[in-house]
């Protein structure tokens, strides 16, 4: 139980920081937008440097002046949008035969026809075995493979991918464009953190394979990122105003966020220029499934829209997804409203989550098995008995 009135000094102290905080970002912020207005004039050069000397920090990558902005047009009619979201049941330790559960929904809306859209989710129960052995495949007999968060999070984020293709394929209907949404980013930051090159690098491949199934079938995708955190643009004007680390944080840009610059920057639907990511995750990419990415100024916030650079290079797409992401928004009340309603068919809630165990052990017993077996903690927590 929180104590709210304990607690409620460390809450004034916060409010007392965030002052001095606000005022910080200030100084920085016009550091930064007197770099960024400095350097568009000259940004070849500084594309050429970035080249040349390779920054440790992660940074922009310019195909256009960055300064450059462009208004939204209107959105095609007929056309079909479609977007996934995921949730899952992670394994529990509490539980045997351990086993967790992936849930994609599949959304398709379709604008400027009579059909009715598609709202479906598709539930995957999995066993340890089935999957591990897979992805062991080539570890040799006798490797041994932990079914960790980040393993099931990777596995729902390319079953998100996977039936997003299918929707979109199956969803396709002649000279109509269709366009396919996902939430969040295209670029598999998580999957270089497991500690495991080769897993690293299989779960990667398979991504990729799912894009260029895209590819293949020419169907634009793309992902929308909410309040992005990025910081690869202010790392470029960091490097454009040769900083260092030995730079006082008082005379540097460190510590704001790209989306700040743009606030200053966009007018309300427009968008900004196309940047490329320079994640060094992008090398397993290829040229042309290379994430680029603009930043688009909505009503209530500005998004980040990450594409392929095979996406973003065919003519008149660019305009299209910025298009279908701002109507999206204004439909949604300041969120595109495909992801909301992706997320909702796809989120499994607390009560859900306990009914699963509940049906579960039923089954199991219904089957002749002992049911699962729980600790004594995790009953406890179940049933607590003050």
């Not at 920081?17 to 770099?35: F, M, P, S």
């Not at 604008?111 to 989710?121: D, K, Q, R, V």
């Not at 269709?178 to 690293?200: K, P, Q, S």
Request: net charge negative; proline share 5%; charged share 30%.
């Amino acid at each position: 139980m929180l104590d709210f009135h304990r607690l409620h000094p460390q809450l004034s102290d916060f409010g007392a920081y965030r002052v001095d905080e606000d005022a910080r970002r200030e100084v920085k912020l016009r550091l930064a937008l007197e770099a960024f207005r400095d350097c568009a004039p000259r940004w070849e050069g500084l594309r050429d440097r970035v080249t040349q000397e390779r920054p440790k920090t992660l940074v922009a990558g310019l195909r256009e002046r960055p300064d450059n902005r462009a208004v939204c047009g209107e959105r095609p009619t007929p056309i079909t949008v479609v977007a996934t979201d995921g949730s899952q049941i992670y394994p529990d330790r509490h539980v045997e035969p351990a086993c967790y559960l992936l849930n994609v929904s599949r959304i398709a809306f379709h604008y400027g026809t009579e059909e009715p859209p598609l709202m479906t989710a598709e539930p995957d129960l999995r066993f340890r075995r089935r999957d591990l052995d897979e992805l062991n495949a080539d570890e040799g007999e006798g490797a041994l493979l932990n079914l960790t968060t980040e393993v099931v999070s990777a596995l729902r984020d390319e079953q998100e991918l996977h039936w997003l293709f299918e929707t979109a394929f199956e969803e396709r209907k002649s000279a109509r464009p269709v366009l396919a949404m996902a939430d969040g980013t295209l670029i598999r930051w998580m999957l270089r953190g497991m500690n495991h090159r080769a897993l690293e690098d299989k779960l990667i491949a398979r991504y990729l394979a799912i894009l260029e199934r895209f590819y293949d079938e020419g169907i634009p995708v793309c992902s929308y990122v909410s309040m992005p955190a990025n910081t690869e643009l202010v790392n470029l004007l960091g490097l454009h105003r040769r900083e260092t680390d030995e730079t006082p944080d008082e005379e540097s840009v460190r510590g704001i966020v790209d989306r700040l610059v743009f606030e200053h920057t966009l007018d309300v639907g427009e968008r900004s220029a196309l940047f490329e990511s320079g994640s060094k995750i992008q090398k397993d990419y290829g040229p042309h499934h290379r994430i680029c990415y603009f930043y688009v100024r909505l009503p209530e916030e500005i998004g980040r829209v990450e594409l392929p650079a095979w996406v973003a290079e065919q003519p008149g797409w660019l305009d299209m997804i910025h298009a279908v992401v701002v109507d999206q928004a204004a439909k949604g009340g300041g969120y595109p409203v495909i992801l909301t309603e992706a997320h909702e068919r796809a989120v499994i809630r607390h009560q859900e989550k306990a009914m699963f165990y509940r049906i579960l052990e039923r089954e199991m017993q219904r089957a002749g098995l002992r049911g699962y077996a729980g600790s004594q903690k995790a009953a406890s927590k179940r049933a607590p008995r003050i």
